[in-house]
T-cell receptor, first 118, second 114 residues
Framework: KQEVTQIPAALSVPEGENLVLNCSFTDSAIYNLQWFRQDPGKGLTSLLLIQSSQREQTSGRLNASLDKSSGRSTLYIAASQPGDSATYLCAVVLCGEGWETSGSRLTFGEGTQLTVNP | DTGVSQDPRHKITKRGQNVTFRCDPISEHNRLYWYRQTLGQGPEFLTYFQNEAQLEKSRLLSDRFSAERPKGSFSTLEIQRTEQGDSAMYLC????????????FGNGTRLTVT
C-alpha cells in the first residue's frame, strides 16, 4: 500500500525566508506527483504537477523536484510571504492503480502547515 | 470557467438523517472524483466517475453512501442514516481525461453530524 509522508508537520518562518517542504512516498511506481495548497476551511488549489518522467517544475516562487527512485519530492518556496501561510499537501498517482479505471486517484500525505510571520 | 462548485458549503444534521451534496465540475472535464477529509488529515479517495460511469469505489464508501452522475455533468453524493463518524469535509474534484491533467478541487461541503 502506498504511503505518503510529509515532513515537517508544521513550520513557522519569518517573512522573506526561503524554505523547503519534504514529501516521501513508499512506492516509486507513480504516474505523477502533485503539490496542493489548502487554506483553512477551503478546498485544495493545485500548485504544481510533476510527471514521472520529469525532475522538476517551476511556477513563480515555487519549485518542485521529484526523485522517483528514492521516493522523494521537495517543494521550494523562495522569499516567503505571509500570504503563503497555508497547509501544503503532496499527492501521488500510482501506476498500479490502473489509469483507465482509476483516473487520477490521488494518495495524499497529511500536509505541512506553514506559517510565515510578518 | 468558474471552477468546481459544491453545494451546500456547510451541512449540520442529526444522526440517522439522510443528506445529499452536489458537485458541479469544470464544464469540459469528463472525470469527477469525490474525496473525504477529516481534520488534520489529507483527503481520502471515495469514488471516481468518467462521464456518467462510476468506475471505482473505495472500501471507505460503505453501502450507506451512493454517488451518481446521471448526465455526465454534475454529481451528487448521498449519505443515508448518517453517523457521527461521517462528520468530515467532502471534496469534489474534476480533471480532463489526460494523465498530465491536474485535479481541480471545489471548496468542499463540511458535514457535521450531531
Amino acid at each position: 500500500k502506498q504511503e505518503v509522508t510529509q515532513i515537517p508537520a508544521a513550520l513557522s518562518v519569518p517573512e522573506g525566508e526561503n524554505l523547503v517542504l519534504n514529501c516521501s512516498f513508499t512506492d516509486s511506481a507513480i504516474y505523477n506527483l502533485q503539490w496542493f495548497r489548502q487554506d483553512p476551511g477551503k478546498g485544495l488549489t493545485s500548485l504544481l504537477l510533476i510527471q514521472s518522467s520529469q525532475r522538476e517544475q517551476t511556477s513563480g516562487r515555487l519549485n518542485a523536484s521529484l526523485d522517483k527512485s528514492s521516493g522523494r519530492s521537495t517543494l521550494y518556496i523562495a522569499a516567503s510571504q505571509p500570504g503563503d501561510s497555508a497547509t501544503y499537501l503532496c499527492a501521488v498517482v500510482l501506476c498500479g492503480e490502473g489509469w483507465e479505471t482509476s483516473g487520477s486517484r490521488l494518495t495524499f500525505g497529511e500536509g505541512t502547515q506553514l506559517t510565515v510571520n510578518p | 470557467d468558474t471552477g468546481v462548485s459544491q453545494d451546500p458549503r456547510h451541512k449540520i444534521t442529526k444522526r440517522g438523517q439522510n443528506v445529499t451534496f452536489r458537485c458541479d465540475p469544470i464544464s469540459e472535464h469528463n472525470r469527477l472524483y469525490w474525496y473525504r477529509q477529516t481534520l488534520g488529515q489529507g483527503p481520502e479517495f471515495l469514488t471516481y466517475f468518467q462521464n456518467e460511469a462510476q468506475l471505482e469505489k473505495s472500501r471507505l464508501l460503505s453501502d450507506r453512501f451512493s454517488a451518481e452522475r446521471p448526465k455526465g455533468s454534475f454529481s451528487t453524493l448521498e449519505i443515508q442514516r448518517t453517523e457521527q463518524g461521517d462528520s468530515a469535509m467532502y471534496l469534489c474534484a474534476s480533471s480532463l481525461d489526460r494523465k498530465d491533467s491536474p485535479l481541480h478541487f471545489g471548496n468542499g461541503t463540511r458535514l457535521t453530524v450531531t
